[in-house]
């Protein structure tokens, strides 16, 4: 399976970027709510903006990332071309997006404020945000360029760069400052101006992906190719279903922290969206793999869609993925009395309950990615709007029903519901419009044992702390020697191999 060890290769590279900058993005937790008061709610403004910068980053890329996959490995296509014109049509939207955001700033900070007195007081946040949303859209061609190029190496490098100078940042505005607020009140002042430090973090974030943009001055020289309206007339009537897509799908991940505020409106939305928020990132670590995962899997399926043995390579993917994403849920919820401290102010420590529902609401998106290429490879990418629509309605219907009721917990099962109905409605579509034979059989067993475990864990929670952790140590050791035995043997690792034949 030569194809599936590059895969493997390149996830590797392309995760371990992801997971060094997740370690060090989740080292800023325990910094920010450490030193950002939960009842202030000012954590609930980080957890908003970065909602809105996400559906930001959709809309300004409008799908123009998989397209440039789609027509870079398409016979007959000049690939400089389709690089160049991708690069030119988001760089002019993030322009001109930037310009009207700086026009209508006042009225716009007016709506996004909810009573919160927010950014009504602060519409730098949102000028901020605007141009970091235009930067990460534009760098995300960039960026899909050294992927397609299989050159992983200088992907790591950029994105390790932006997190080491965002930690930095954080770590004089959280720790560094402070030391100066008894001899100089006015630092004093200004930081808790800028909501106890909060605001000062988009700021940084601005100046970290502008300096990253540096990093990619050669790649931006193939805006200099030239243009081709024709081609950008083809490439936006192939991307405009997969920005809706988009819209969808990101409203499904963020519609629950754009909308919190006008759930519960005033400062105590704030509060339990800052709570929410907080707790939700432990669960994250799900977004990451499946992040690591489409990276590396996206630009390879789309290069070996010509491959007769393409199906038989969706299946094996799509069960490793199923495999190793269980392994992390219970390795997080196993480990759960040592991760929460992630959370370093325990006044946030109520909304860990969140955790494992939007876990799986996450290993859900995952499948649901994964099932995604049925139409993707047929050139049938309104499907994928169609069903993302559905899966969207049904999480906002949860939030707008359950929030006022039951607050931040119904933004957990509008996850797990919005993404479960997707991977559903894709599974059995496909199936019909592009058949694979997926081992559902051994996902099944998988599946069932992890929910077998996990229930056994739920009893080991009345357990003093270490006993607790040594049993759930057992409980997560007995799964990983499961899938050692049925899907990967010692042999198969070559450094084990060793000592095995021994």
């Not at 490995?73 to 310009?99: C, D, P, Q, W």
């Not at 819209?247 to 509060?271: H, W």
């Not at 392994?327 to 109520?350: G, K, T």
């Not at 997926?438 to 739920?458: E, T």
């Amino acid at each position: 399976m030569p194809n599936l060890k590059t895969l493997a290769k390149d996830t590797a590279i392309y995760g371990l970027s992801s997971i060094v900058a997740r370690f060090f993005n989740y080292l800023l937790v325990p910094l920010h709510t450490a030193k950002i008061p939960a009842e202030s709610g000012d954590y609930g403004i980080v957890s908003n903006l970065y909602a809105w910068a996400a559906l930001l980053f959709v809309l300004l890329t409008f799908g123009m990332e998989t397209t440039f996959f789609r027509f870079v490995n398409k016979e007959g296509e000049n690939g400089k071309m389709v690089y160049s014109t991708a690069l030119r049509l988001v760089g002019s939207v993030g322009i001109l997006f930037v310009i009207a955001v700086f026009i209508f700033l006042g009225p716009i900070a007016s709506y996004l404020d909810a009573g919160s007195m927010v950014y009504v007081t602060h519409p730098e946040y949102i000028a901020c945000f605007a141009i970091i949303g235009a930067l990460d859209a534009f760098q995300a061609i960039m960026f899909g360029q050294l992927r397609q190029q299989h050159r992983p190496m200088k992907f790591m490098a950029l994105k390790t760069l932006y997190i080491v100078l965002f930690v930095i940042c954080n770590l004089i505005i959280f720790l560094v400052l402070p030391l100066f607020f008894n001899r100089f009140p006015a630092v004093e002042e200004f930081y808790n101006y800028y909501n106890h430090g909060a605001g000062l973090i988009f700021f940084a974030n601005l100046i970290c992906t502008f300096l990253v943009t540096f990093g990619f001055l050669k790649e931006l020289k193939g805006i200099t190719f030239g243009f081709d309206w024709k081609l950008a007339r083809r490439m936006l009537s192939y991307a405009w279903p997969i920005l809706l897509l988009g819209i969808v799908g990101i409203l499904g991940q963020t519609f629950d922290k754009i909308a919190f505020t006008r759930l519960v409106p005033g400062t105590e939305g704030m509060k339990q969206l800052g709570i929410y928020g907080a707790c939700a990132k432990i669960a994250m670590i799900m977004t990451l793999l499946t992040q690591a995962f489409r990276y590396a899997y996206e630009p390879f399926v789309f290069g070996e869609a010509k491959d007769k043995n393409s199906p038989e390579t969706l299946a094996a993917g799509m069960k490793y993925f199923i495999i190793f994403t269980l392994l992390a849920f219970l390795a997080v919820i196993f480990y759960m009395p040592i991760l929460r401290y992630l959370v370093a102010n325990h006044a946030y420590w109520v909304g860990l309950a969140v955790v494992p529902i939007v876990m799986m609401g996450e290993i859900f998106m995952g499948i649901y990615f994964n099932l995604s290429f049925w139409y993707k490879l047929t050139d049938q990418t309104w499907w994928g709007a169609v069903m993302s629509a559905i899966g969207s309605a049904v999480m906002i219907g949860i939030n707008i029903a359950f929030v006022p009721k039951i607050g931040y917990m119904a933004c957990a099962w509008g996850v797990f519901g919005g993404y479960g109905v997707s991977m559903l409605l894709s599974y059995f579509i496909g199936q019909k419009k592009y058949p694979i034979n997926y081992p559902l059989k051994d996902i099944a067993i998988y599946a069932l044992l992890a929910g077998a475990l996990f229930v056994c864990s739920l009893f080991t929670a009345k357990l003093p702390v270490a006993l607790q952790l040594i049993a759930n140590t057992v409980l997560i050791a007995l799964f990983m020697a499961y899938i050692v035995r049925k899907d990967l043997p010692l042999k198969s690792i070559p450094v084990i191999n060793r000592f095995v034949k021994r």
